[in-house]
């Protein structure tokens, strides 16, 4: 038996069966872990340990902390979860927050004592709360006091939730200021789960993704390592949630691991994003398409000129969404796409090695290759399903869907693209996204990219629906700007651009116009809703 600091061992004995998970592939030198690793200490005590004590890590609303603030906070608040609280490494801890310093405080407490991180959005009800009470046994709650309703709300149904603590409040501070700043970080095993990340609900139906210490460190040696290279004078901000892995690394564990600051705000619309990248002089941005693309009519706004580098992510990056941002900034998106299962980004390119319409390259530490539906590779120009291979992969928490996502060592991402010889990807769509018209093979981002082009369109999404003769046809759930109408005229004037600047049969013949479309907090277009609206 390997070993494991993990005295609770219910999330490691609810792993996939080892006949069920991919293969991991560790072929970087940077990837070669020791067997022995906890996050919170490569990311911050280790930071410490090199000098970093005095230098700006966290900044907040009304807060600037340094390394050496963070650490003492974080080494607080794990004496407080182990000392009064009873908890024990394995135990699970629910995270409820808002992005601000002392929710990355409660993040990096849990994995110092050993916990396995569980995070929820802040919109989520009761009902949402106790499933993942449920499904995750989890015993402890780390819960922000504004947000304290719904969770008190689910408490009754939910005996194993047992420890519940408020933060943010003047009361958790007081109680923090009485432990020492001395902690010991629990000696975890790499492989040691270190949180469950439920997925973001584009298809309405949740799943665990369990990932380990080692996976957090390996996504930051991919990305920030091998791609976004920031510097230790970066200072990063964003809208992407610290509950979704997006936000998790691209607003605490990358700017930690460059030793670099970051900036968490809550509620974060694209006006105050680029008012705060103004006040706070930030040089990198993770945010999605639609934030870039409203803040792109703001830019002249602003004095943005610290901006350096912006990260676009969640979902498909429209080339018009690109171009209109590079034209407000001069700077170039790094575009890529992740996901829940694989932790980050796999897939992306940089200003240095864009290709116009192409999502770009898997990152170094990756393999790719694209598949049809009996796992063979498909010629270069052809349509195929991603399937992925690397340090990081899919691990669903006791859930049979496993099989689905995982095939012969293979991780099956659910997105379709096809490869030109030269190795770039061209993203066409996630897999229960292709829509068949009259035995056309559609995808309903190809036709979303050409609508956001038309200056009337402000947002849009197309999905298929039953169609007697067709099979499907193609309806598009469209927001304009202000100042255009959604009448009659203006449906046959959307129809008939796409018609000129893409295939005729690609048209949406039917569309509809509304005020905002469904998204998740990440961003990501919620087709599914839109499904339910037709229906």
Known sequence: M???????????????????????????????????????KALLDKAVAEGAAGRPAVIGKGIRWTYGDLQNKVNQLARVLTEDMGLVPGNRVLLRGAN????A????????????????????????????????????????????????????ECPELTQVMLFGDDAFVEKLSLKSTEFTAVDTAADDPALIAFTSGTTGVPKGCIHLHRDVMAMCEVVPGSWLKPSADDIFIGTPPLAFTFGLGGLLCFPLWARASTVLLEKLTPPALIEAIEQYRTTICFTSPTGYRQMSGLVSNYNIQSLKKCVSAG???????????????????????????????????????????????????YRGMLVD?????????????????????????????????????????GDTYHQDSD??????????????????????????????????????????????????????????????HGDDAMVKTLQEFVKQNAAPYKYPRAVQFISALPRTETGKLQRFKLKAIAA
Not at 119 to 131: D, F
Not at 317 to 345: F, S
Not at 377 to 391: E, M, S, Y
């Open 100 to 103: 601000t310093p002392w929710f």
């Open 105 to 156: 405080v409660c993040w990096l407490a849990v994995w110092k004592a050993g916990g396995v991180a569980v995070s929820t959005m802040p919109l989520l009800r009761a009902k949402e709360l106790k499933q993942f009470i449920r499904l995750a046994r989890i015993s402890h709650a780390l819960c922000e006091a504004s947000l304290a309703e719904e969770l008190n709300l689910a408490r009754p």
């Open 373 to 413: 539906e009996d796992m063979q590779t498909v010629a270069v120009g052809q349509t195929g399903k991603l399937a992925l291979k690397g340090p990081t992969g899919c691990r669903y928490l006791a859930d049979e869907r496993q099989t689905s996502f995982v095939r012969d060592g293979w991780n099956i991402t």
């Open 423 to 484: 190795g770039y990807f061209y993203y066409h769509a996630r897999v229960d996204d292709i829509i068949v018209t009259s035995g056309y093979n559609v995808a309903g981002p190809e036709v979303e990219s050409v609508l956001l082009e038309h200056p009337a369109v402000s947002e849009c999404g197309v999905i298929g629906v039953p169609d007697p003769d067709r099979g499907q046809i193609l309806k598009a759930f469209v927001v304009l700007h202000p100042g255009h």
């Open 2 to 40: 390997s070993y494991t600091a993990h005295i609770d061992r219910f999330v490691r004995d609810n792993l996939p069966p080892i006949d069920q998970l991919p293969e991991f592939i560790f072929e970087l030198p940077q990837l070669q872990f020791p067997d022995r690793l906890n996050a919170a």
């Open 315 to 365: 979902e498909a990056l429209p080339v018009d969404t690109r171009n209109k941002w590079k034209e407000a900034t001069g700077i170039q998106i790094h575009d890529g796409i992740g996901g829940t299962e694989v932790i980050h980004i796999y897939l992306a390119s940089g200003p240095e090695n864009y290709r116009e319409g192409a999502l770009g390259k898997i990152l170094p530490g």
